[in-house]
């Protein structure tokens, strides 16, 4: 393929990229944009699990991460329309700047189809209740109201603004994959792409702004771009937990009023901060597989399709001090141990016999009330692979949080491993996202700064104004 010159080059169709150009759309902009996507558009999205009913470990790419609004499209999509929720941008662009851009996005989803329902703003008393009982349990609620698309319903939301950007030019390249960004007396000029299929033929693209928002599966890949040229940056977090499965009996006080409850610790002896995220009523665990044959485990929850249990995660953050520069490979190595253990799907025990001691079999599994809604996860022992500080942590913190929830700490209740967030050692940027490298910007989970569809979505938007 011959080079490409353009104003705009956005690598990763995910929420940072998709709403950096829709914005530059709505601006009036005239600059020409070219979109840099590694899987596929989102009609051509799918995950052969629906039929083979365990994983498959798809290549070059999973479809799950992979493709047009990245792995957004196979969420359980949940917008959370607070700046208490979704990362660190308020630090960065200041709070009310941050909770104005959330709702002029939340604006536009409603445009491309979502629910106009918002969960979590309604039953007031019974709110003050939960949050009496976390108090005394010792952990935070934080309010947040949440517009839930349904992983479904994100699809459609998704296909309608991949066909929104295309009537507006904006060339995407599909099972395209950037290998690294073009450097002049440190100016950047655009990036190196290769295609998937084809990674010989590889050519460039020239662009005035360079603008990275490859999410959390690209934040090691960004990472060692980072390294490489010396673009500013700070070590970052990364969250290591669990899923854990609960019947929905258990949960059913707290999904009828808040949808997802976001709960916050600093459970003994270790005080480090642990939470819950991504709460799924009805939902189903399931895997998705990184681009280094990582097994993970996250939750999908869907509008029409119901399953017995909730889901949800509870994350352990560490963050971590000179020498050590190296948090998303620290994730990664008790991630491939797990998946050693499994081998290479996901673990589930029971969370009583970590408390005993042993290992779960799989005849136990198929006495509890809890059925596993991921079939093929193996029954074993997490505690095997997770470290002592990250597994103490989990167990102190379902236990004070079945205070707030009776039963969540019950004999039965799974956890699932590994539940791994990695998000990029931030970099460093001003309220503009500028860099020390003229031309290259970097949004969403994989710059640092956000977590989650809605702040990433909103990122996107501030950057679009801003290359307007």
Request: charged fraction near 20%; charge should be neutral.
């Amino acid at each position: 393929m011959q080079n490409i010159n353009c104003d705009v080059v956005i690598i990763g169709a995910g929420p940072a990229g998709i709403f950096t150009a829709i914005e530059m759309i709505r601006q009036g902009s005239s600059k020409s944009i070219v979109i840099v996507e590694k899987g596929k558009p989102i009609d051509k999205r799918s995950c052969p699990k629906a039929v083979t009913r365990k994983c498959v470990n798809c290549r070059p790419y999973c479809n799950i991460t992979a493709g047009f609004s990245g792995a957004g499209a196979f969420s359980d999509g949940k917008l959370s329309l607070s700046t208490e929720v979704g990362g660190a941008l308020p630090d960065l662009i200041g709070e009310e700047l941050t909770q104005d851009l959330i709702n002029y996005t939340d604006g536009i989803y409603l445009e491309f189809g979502a629910d106009t329902k918002i969960e979590g703003i309604t039953h007031t008393d019974k709110i003050k209740e939960i949050r009496r009982r976390a108090i005394q349990a010792g952990l935070k609620l934080v309010d947040c109201p949440i517009r839930h698309l349904g992983t479904e319903k994100a699809h459609d939301i998704y296909a309608s603004i991949q066909q929104y950007l295309l009537d507006n030019n904006v060339k995407i390249l599909f099972e395209h994959s950037c290998t690294n960004i073009i450097l002049d007396n440190g100016r950047c000029n655009g990036v190196r792409v290769v295609p998937v299929h084809s990674p010989d033929d590889a050519f460039h693209i020239y662009a005035e702004h360079t603008v990275v928002a490859t999410g959390r599966r690209g934040a090691d890949w960004l990472e060692k771009l980072c390294a490489e040229h010396n673009i500013m940056h700070q070590p970052g977090t990364v969250d290591i937990g669990v899923r854990v499965e609960v019947r929905n009996e258990i949960m059913e006080d707290v999904n009828n009023v808040l949808y997802e409850s976001k709960l916050i610790g600093y459970p003994p002896p270790f005080k480090n901060k642990v939470r819950t995220f991504c709460q799924n009523p009805g939902g189903f665990v399931s895997q998705e597989n990184y681009d280094n044959d990582l097994a993970v485990v996250n939750g999908h929850s869907y509008k029409d399709k119901k399953s017995e249990n909730t889901n949800l995660a509870i994350l352990c953050s560490h963050n971590f001090n000179e020498p050590f520069n190296q948090p998303i490979a620290y994730a990664q190595k008790i991630g491939e141990l797990t998946n050693m253990l499994a081998d290479g799907r996901i673990l589930v025990q029971r969370y009583g016999d970590i408390l005993d001691g042993k290992r779960t079999w799989p005849k136990e599994l198929s006495r509890s009330n809890v059925k596993p809604s991921l079939p093929d996860a193996v029954a074993g022992d997490i505690t095997a692979a997770m470290p002592y500080r990250a597994m103490t942590n989990i167990i102190n913190f379902i236990q004070a949080v079945d205070h707030v929830v009776p039963g969540f700490a019950s004999n039965e209740t799974l956890l699932y491993s590994p539940e791994l967030k990695f998000y990029s050692n931030r970099v460093k940027m001003d309220a503009n996202f500028t860099t020390n490298i003229e031309g290259f910007h970097a949004l969403g989970d994989s710059s640092g700064w956000t977590r989650g569809l809605m702040m990433a979505s909103a990122m996107g938007v501030r950057m679009g104004r801003i290359l307007k």
